[in-house]
């Protein structure tokens, strides 16, 4: 149990990574951020297929690397998530302690996903989702797993709105949960939202709680969009039933400069006497208008001010990748900021972000325009006024080819094939063919001259077919049984 609580500890520093902190990335103006999917048609891609964690342990003056945990990736030939595994070092082997699987169908649309998991990480779980005729989700089951039996526990249900010729937005979601006993769902919350119909920027959220066989107003979050569609106030309200209104809780104020830059993030708290700032984020940028440092205050009570709580500072490559994120704490007692955390971020300059495939799981949530290998986490040794390792993040990609298309549409079939594979159209004869593994090895080589290829000597998997006739090339996928 405590290897299974290390492991949440090392999962919650993870996310605190992705985080940076309360505010690291909310309503900073989107810079390129590396991508789940490529979005481009490129020769080769990166594929992640394996994640590992790496603990430093210090002993006798020596630093041990312990790889602590690791997680595995498999993908279809589409490069849909197939499933992912996490396996953690418990005493000399690796045990795995969640293990993800993904169905989708064939139009890439995700239709379930099941989690396998211990108690303590969530137990087991499963979502099922469903599409309508025009390929918008419109249902999520939510099941869970007890005594060998999978059972219903929620239910979502979405409703659109088109806003315009293209686009539709969700306008309606309702939550219902399973009551066993009148075997039957039963409403339990409702969100609506709404849009200006003109920039299709969402401008309010409601949300209401089942009650008394009706629907109950809740909750109201209302938002301001000042020049260029840039959001300038939030505000948060709560239902007040003896009032039939709602009364303001809360609010955001943004900040910008020239560049549109959030410069300022205020959280304005409403009290029975007064309206106070209760939390702040102040952002500064460099010449390339990268996040450079962000600094959190919050109210004092005490002294009715903004005390210094937390510092981050960031520094970029030539590329504008994230290099090196330093974290500090305001210490009170000395009135300075002093070191906590250090990330050092390397990222390989030659292959761009849109090269990459990344699980859509696995949010990294940084400022990268190229392929992520390594994360190096430091924490400060205050008695030796040092900076000491503490962990590592090693990412593994698989090098994968892709299609680039200059030729007729090349159809090959059976496809799987066990033995020969068949180009039935005759503009391919004399042209010559590549078979590439996964790996983007070369395991096969020959020309077309009687539009069929035998591949009964590959073996099973998944190959990429390549080929090449004057100047031109098509490179198509086929599975090998």
């Known amino acids: 149990m405590k290897k299974v609580l290390l492991v949440l500890g090392l999962l919650v520093i993870f996310n605190f990574f992705v985080q940076a902190q309360d505010f690291r990335f909310l309503d900073v103006p989107e810079k390129i951020i590396l991508s789940h999917k490529s979005s481009k048609n490129v020769d080769s891609l990166y594929v992640l297929d394996s994640l590992v964690v790496n603990v430093f342990i210090f002993q006798n003056n020596f630093y041990f690397v312990v790889p602590y945990y690791i997680m595995y990736f498999q993908y279809d030939q589409n490069l849909n998530i197939l499933d992912f595994k996490t396996s953690v070092l418990i005493g000399t082997r690796y045990d795995t302690v969640m293990h993800t699987f993904y169905r989708w169908d064939s139009a890439n649309r995700l239709i379930e996903k ?7 990480l969530g ?3 499963k979502y099922n989702y469903f599409y309508d005729s025009l390929n918008r989700l419109v249902s999520v089951l939510y099941q869970k797993y007890t005594d060998t039996v999978w059972f219903n526990y929620r239910l979502d249900s979405l409703f659109y709105q088109k806003i315009d010729s293209q686009q539709w937005v969700v ?20 969100f609506e939202y709404n ?41 948060f309200f709560t239902w007040n039933n003896s009032l039939s209104a709602w009364s303001l809780d809360s609010e955001y104020v943004f900040d910008y400069d020239e560049n549109k830059n959030l410069i ?132 593994f990609y698989t090098k994968v080819l892709t299609s680039v298309s200059d030729l007729p549409d090349l159809t090959v079939y059976p496809n799987p094939v066990r033995e020969v594979l068949f180009v039935p159209n005759p503009d391919f004869v004399g042209a010559n063919v590549m078979i590439y593994n996964l790996n983007g090895q070369v395991v096969m080589t020959k020309r077309i001259n009687r539009r069929s290829i035998n591949v009964s000597h590959l073996s099973p998997g998944i190959y990429i077919l390549v080929v090449e006739k004057g100047g031109k090339r098509l490179v198509t996928k086929f599975i090998k049984q």
């Not at 099941?114 to 303590?120: G, M, N, V």
């Not at 219902?176 to 039957?184: A, H, I, M, N, V």
């Open 114 to 120: 099941r989690i396998l998991a211990l108690d303590s």
């Open 264 to 395: 300022r993030k205020q959280l304005l708290v409403v009290t029975d006497t007064d309206t106070i700032v209760e939390r702040q984020m102040i952002y500064g940028y460099d010449e390339s208008n990268n996040l450079k440092v962000d600094t959190l205050l919050v109210y004092s009570p005490s002294s009715h001010t903004l005390q210094y709580v937390k510092n981050t500072y960031y520094a970029y490559d030539s590329r504008s990748n994230l290099r090196l994120m330093v974290i500090q704490n305001w210490d009170t007692t000395q009135s300075q900021w002093v070191n906590y955390r250090k990330h050092l971020v390397k990222c390989d300059t030659l292959v761009p972000a849109d090269d990459v495939v990344l699980p859509e799981d696995l949010d990294l949530g940084l400022y990268l325009n190229n392929k992520l290998n390594e994360v190096y986490v430091y924490k400060w040794d205050s008695d030796n006024n040092m900076w000491i390792y503490f962990y590592k993040y090693e990412l």
């Open 195 to 235: 849009f200006d119909t003109l920039t299709g920027l969402p401008v309010s959220t409601t949300v209401f709680y089942w009650s008394s066989d009706a629907w109950t107003p809740a909750h109201l979050d209302s938002i301001v969009y000042g020049v260029d569609s840039l959001k300038s106030n939030e505000q």
């Open 123 to 125: 137990g087991n779980r």
């Open 171 to 190: 306008e309606v979601k309702k939550q219902y949960l399973w009551d066993d006993s009148l075997r039957k769902w039963t409403p339990d919350v409702k």
